[in-house]
């Protein structure tokens, strides 16, 4: 059945897309033939595998990249974007599916930054604007916060806040949920409704089914860079979106718990800072076991990235002691830690996880690169380490064109399936797994869980933290919950009492 919009000029469209294609120069055919109306006021969910183009169909509405064919129409009318002044003047604004924010700015010059585009420069104004912003959305920023000191999910938010600053109708909203807790999300989406209600139009790309169903008025599926189907969503369960976004999905085996052993990780009583010295983690103990994993539940904030940093070796420990496979690892260098066994899959991937520059087979050989195969007497086997990069990108289906394509031309899932490779194949006996699928189609966040389990199953110890619930469910033997910087509840998955621990991650236990 041909279901495609055909008129771009009729004015339900806030925009239209006729027959959109765009080629990379190394030959990926990245979307191909798009024809797709987005309605006025309307939420229109976009879901597709890691790779079916979305990102680059929105940095096309955007400006940022422009079709080698095809015409975009905004509120019925020709639009060619030159760049992406145009779609702003348009009112378009987007979210970008990796921050863009300057790290080394706090809340308030990020947002003045935006702002002096158009022709703000007052900072009284600024935060006036900020304060306006964050209330609507209820959420607390304090203006002054350094980006790269707040933990991820609150730099998503900024981001979203940064944009309601300014005067925009239509909003392009890369993957804005994948590192936000429920809770969270919960609150990002009365934001939705309000945005909605008063006119907006909203194109929300996201790989969870429960969000686009529960969110959006209709959904479309991509998939190898074409529209496989629009649906309005009261016609959608998650089972259709999951048979549209993938093809032949097996439905997942049955999770068994670990048995676990001896102690890997042991922290005792630490106390450690954040940036601004305040006490981020304080007087927390945690022990994680071999062949266990422990999930760390709790909403953004209360100390998850510093406890974290602290066991990696990025951050002071103030007091207390972290041993790792029984050799005392507090306050030690990172290599030193990865030496003992540490693999790390961190939240900030562009930051921490790869080198974007470099090509896949440089950055999955980053960690090995002094040790034989990949170097003999100091003298780099180029040629063990393409191989390796083959094996791997084989192994963990990441969708590339060549071995050595640099890393920034993968899509966002892609570089997080690449963290993830090379960090489950360097033989570590105790992984941190930051987030480890957000941003992964559920295929692919299949097969990482898949590789956790196994890799538990092998005796390493894992230490899950993650702001998706369902996923520390699903995997963890034990779950612990952190508040205000302690374990405030431990639970275990059978017979959970999902209330308890909801309230226990909003401190209330
Ligand atoms: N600048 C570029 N140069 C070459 N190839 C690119 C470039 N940008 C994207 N691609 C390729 O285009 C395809 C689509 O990428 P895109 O980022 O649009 O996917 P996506 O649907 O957003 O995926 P994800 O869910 O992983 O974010 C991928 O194969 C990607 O490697
Ligand atoms: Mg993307």
């Known amino acids: 059945m041909d279901n495609r919009p055909s008129d771009p000029k009729k004015e339900d469209y ?3 897309l006729k027959e959109i294609t765009k080629t990379f120069p190394n030959g ?19 879901l597709g595998e890691n ?33 992406p002044m145009d779609a702003s003047r348009l009112g378009i604004g987007m979210v970008h599916q990796h921050f863009t924010l300057i790290p080394e700015f706090t809340v308030r010059e990020n947002v003045a930054l935006v702002l002096a585009e158009s022709g703000w420069l007052d900072l009284k104004k600024v935060d006036a604007k900020i ?10 920023i304090d203006p002054e916060a350094k980006i790269e000191n707040l933990p991820v999910g609150k730099r998503q938010l900024v981001e979203i806040l940064r944009l309601l600053c300014r005067d925009v109708k239509i909003l392009l909203l890369d993957e804005p949920t994948s590192v936000l807790t429920p809770i969270e999300v919960d609150s990002f989406f009365r ?25 959006s008025d209709r959904v479309t599926v991509l998939r190898g860079g074409r529209v496989i189907r629009t649906v309005p969503t009261t016609e959608a369960d998650e089972a259709l979106l999951a048979s549209l976004v993938v093809e032949g999905l097996a439905a997942p ?26 006490t981020a983690v304080d007087g927390l103990s945690l022990v994680v076991r071999a062949g266990e994993i422990v999930g760390i539940a709790g909403v953004a904030g209360n100390g998850q990235k510093e406890l974290v940093e602290a066991i990696s070796g990025l951050r002071r420990v103030e007091s207390g002691i972290i041993t790792l496979s029984s050799q005392d690892i507090t306050n030690k260098s990172t290599r030193f830690i990865i030496e ?42 180029r040629r063990s380490m393409i191989n390796y990069a083959e094996r791997l990108i084989s192994d963990f289906s990441i969708k590339a064109s060549d071995p050595c394509m640099s890393v920034e031309n993968l899509s966002g899932g892609n570089i997080q399936k690449l963290i993830i490779a090379r960090e489950l194949s360097n033989g570590g006996t105790f992984l941190i797994a930051e987030q480890p699928t957000a ?45 205000g910087g302690k374990i405030v509840g431990e639970f275990f998955p059978e017979n959970l009492d999902l209330e308890r621990l909801s309230r226990a991650m909003l401190g209330a236990e």
């Open 439 to 483: 941003g992964l189609d559920i295929k692919a966040s299949e097969v990482v869980h898949q590789r956790l389990i196994d890799l538990r199953s092998r005796g390493a110890g894992i230490l899950l933290v993650s702001s998706d619930l369902d996923e520390i469910i699903k995997l963890s033997d034990r779950i612990c919950v952190m508040f």
């Open 131 to 140: 304060v306006e912003v964050s209330e609507k959305m209820g959420i607390e």
């Open 51 to 83: 790779g079916a183009g979305k990102t680059t169909l929105l940095r096309m509405i955007s400006g940022i990249l422009k079709p080698d064919s095809g015409e975009i129409f905004i509120d019925g009318k020709s639009a060619k974007m030159r760049d």
């Open 191 to 215: 934001i939705i409704r309000d945005l909605k209600s008063s006119g907006k139009t909203i194109v929300l790309v996201t790989h969870k089914m429960k969000e686009a169903l529960k969110i």
């Open 253 to 278: 085996p049955v999770v068994k718990r670990g048995t676990p052993g001896d102690p890997i990780l042991s922290i005792d009583s630490i106390i450690v800072k954040d940036d601004r010295g305040r």
């Open 14 to 16: 806030a925009i239209f």
């Open 28 to 46: 990926t055919v990245a979307n191909f033939g798009i024809t797709l109306g987005i309605l006025k006021g309307e939420v229109h969910a976009i």
């Open 340 to 381: 003992k066994g540490l693999s790390y899959i961190p939240e900030d991937r562009m930051h921490r996880g790869v080198v974007l520059t470099m090509g896949i087979h440089d950055n999955l050989a980053l960690k090995c690169i002094e040790r034989p195969p990949m170097s003999k007497n100091w003298v780099i086997d």
